[in-house]
C-alpha cells in the first residue's frame, strides 16, 4: 500500500480526506500523516486520528519528521505556498499532487516547470476534469481529425458566491499576501477548471496545452476586493482558434459551466457534470454522460494513487497546468479591474450569457456598465514585470 500524507485537513483538504478514508478502508493505502494547524475543527483531527495518522501542527515540523515516511503528498493550500511546499515535498523524495492553479508568478511557474522528482516520482497537479476518460476520448477525436478544423471554443460560468466565501481565509479575493502572489479570481479558482480543459483539448502534443499569445478582456469588481469577480475575455491561440471565457461570481444561484467547442463538421457542448453533446452538421445529435462531480474528483485521486504504485497513468503535468498560470498572470499584469455600482449587478448574469451567445464582449453588446476591453499579450514564458501586477489604473 502507498503511504500518503495531507497538507490541511479542513476547508479543501476535507475532500481530500474523506476520499483518502473510502480507500484506506478499502485496504489501498495508508494515511501515514497530516498537517492540522491551529484552528483545525476536532472532529477533523479526529477523523486523522482515527485512520492512524499521525498529526502535526505545521509544514515545517512535518516534514522533518516524516522525510522518508511517505510516497505522495496531496497539497491542498493557498495559491502563493504551492511552489515552496511542492519543491520541499519534491526533495523529500515523494511525488506530490499540487492544487490548481499550477501558481501565480512567473516565478513560481517557472519553479515548478524546473521540479525534477526522484525516479519513479511525480508532479501533478490537481486539474480533476482533464484525467476523465471522455476528455481523452475527445481529444484524441480532434487530433484524428473527427470533427474537422477546430474553429472557436468559449466558456460561460455563473457560479454565485457570497461574502461567507471571500471571508472565508486570508487570501481569497487578493492579488497579493506578505509572503507571494495568489492572484486569487473566477478564472483562477473556482472556474480554472473550465478554463483549463478547452486548453487541452486544443492541443496536439500529448503533455502541452494551448497556449493563448494574445487576447482582449474586460475585468469587474462588484465587491470589497482586491482581485475581480467577473470577467469577459477573448483569447487568440495557435491555428486562427478563437477562445471566449465569460465568468462572474455575482448572479443568481448556479449553473452547471458549459464549454462550446465550434468544429468545421459538428458543435460539441460539454456540460461540466453532466454531459457532452455533439450536433453534427448534416443533423445528427448524440449525447455522452459525464460522472457527477463527486465521481469526478474520485477519478482524479485513484489516477494519482494508481500512478503512485506504479501503474503508467496520466497526470497532469505542469507543463500542461502552466498555460493557465500564464494567461492569468499576463491578464493581471496588463489590465484594470473596474469598480461596478450595485445597480447594474442585477443585469450581469444575462448580459455575460447574451453576448456570448452572439460571440461579442459585455463592451460590444449594450451594456451601459461595461467598459471598452484593453488588448494584452501572454509572452511563452510568462514573463510579466511583478510590480505591475495589480497595479494597472482604473
Known amino acids: 500500500m502507498i503511504r ?5 485537513i479542513s476547508g479543501y483538504g476535507q475532500t481530500h480526506l474523506r476520499l483518502i478514508e473510502e480507500q484506506v478502508h478499502a485496504g489501498r ?19 486523522a486520528h482515527a485512520l492512524g495518522a499521525r498529526v502535526y501542527p505545521d509544514f515545517a515540523t512535518w516534514l522533518e519528521a516524516e522525510r522518508g515516511a511517505f510516497d505522495l503528498c496531496f497539497l491542498p493550500i493557498p495559491i502563493h505556498l504551492h511552489a515552496s511546499m511542492a519543491s520541499a515535498v519534491l526533495d523529500a523524495g515523494a511525488s506530490v499532487m499540487v492544487e ?13 516547470l524546473a521540479a525534477r522528482p526522484a525516479p519513479g516520482r511525480f508532479v501533478a497537479v490537481g486539474f480533476q476534469d482533464l484525467h476523465l476518460p471522455e476528455a481523452h476520448s475527445l481529444r484524441s477525436a480532434f487530433s484524428r481529425g473527427d470533427y474537422g478544423a477546430l474553429r472557436s471554443m468559449s466558456v460561460l460560468g455563473l457560479w454565485s458566491r ?44 500529448p503533455d502541452e496545452a494551448a497556449q493563448p499569445f494574445a487576447g482582449e478582456a474586460e475585468l469587474y469588481r462588484t465587491r470589497q476586493i ?13 491555428g486562427d482558434v478563437t477562445l471566449q471565457v465569460h465568468v462572474t461570481h455575482r448572479c443568481e444561484g ?48 485513484l489516477s ?11 497526470v497532469c503535468p505542469p507543463a500542461i497546468a502552466a498555460a493557465h498560470s500564464r494567461l492569468v498572470v ?48 501572454i509572452p511563452g514564458d510568462g514573463r510579466v514585470e511583478p510590480a505591475r501586477i495589480g497595479l494597472a489604473a482604473v
Open 4 to 8: 500518503v500524507a495531507l497538507i490541511g
Open 304 to 314: 494519482l494513487c494508481r500512478r503512485a504504485q506504479g501503474e503508467d497513468v496520466w
Open 330 to 377: 499576463a491578464l493581471h499584469a496588463a489590465l484594470p479591474i473596474h469598480d461596478l455600482a450595485p445597480a447594474t449587478h442585477a443585469s450581469i448574469a444575462d448580459t455575460l450569457r447574451d453576448s456570448l451567445s452572439c460571440g461579442r464582449l459585455p463592451s460590444e453588446s449594450a451594456a451601459n456598465w461595461a467598459r471598452p476591453a484593453m488588448p494584452f499579450v
Open 100 to 112: 490548481k492553479p499550477l501558481a501565480a508568478s512567473a516565478e513560481d511557474i517557472a519553479t515548478l
Open 29 to 47: 493505502l495508508r494515511l501515514a500523516s497530516v498537517v492540522a494547524p491551529s484552528g483545525t475543527p476536532d472532529d477533523a483531527l479526529a477523523q
Open 162 to 205: 457570497g461574502e461567507s466565501y471571500y471571508g472565508r481565509n486570508s487570501w481569497a479575493g487578493r492579488l497579493r499576501v506578505a509572503n507571494g502572489m495568489v492572484l486569487d479570481s473566477p478564472l483562477n479558482n473556482a472556474f480554472a477548471h473550465f478554463v483549463m480543459l478547452p486548453l487541452f483539448l486544443a492541443s496536439r502534443a
Open 254 to 301: 448556479e449553473e452547471d459551466p458549459v464549454i462550446q467547442l465550434v468544429c468545421e463538421k459538428a458543435v460539441i457542448r460539454w456540460t461540466a457534470n453532466r454531459d457532452i453533446r455533439i450536433r453534427w452538421h448534416h443533423g445528427a445529435e448524440t449525447r455522452h454522460p459525464l460522472p457527477d462531480l463527486a465521481a469526478t474528483r474520485r477519478h482524479h485521486f
Open 226 to 238: 482586491e482581485s475581480f469577480d467577473t470577467a469577459a475575455l477573448r483569447l487568440r491561440l495557435p
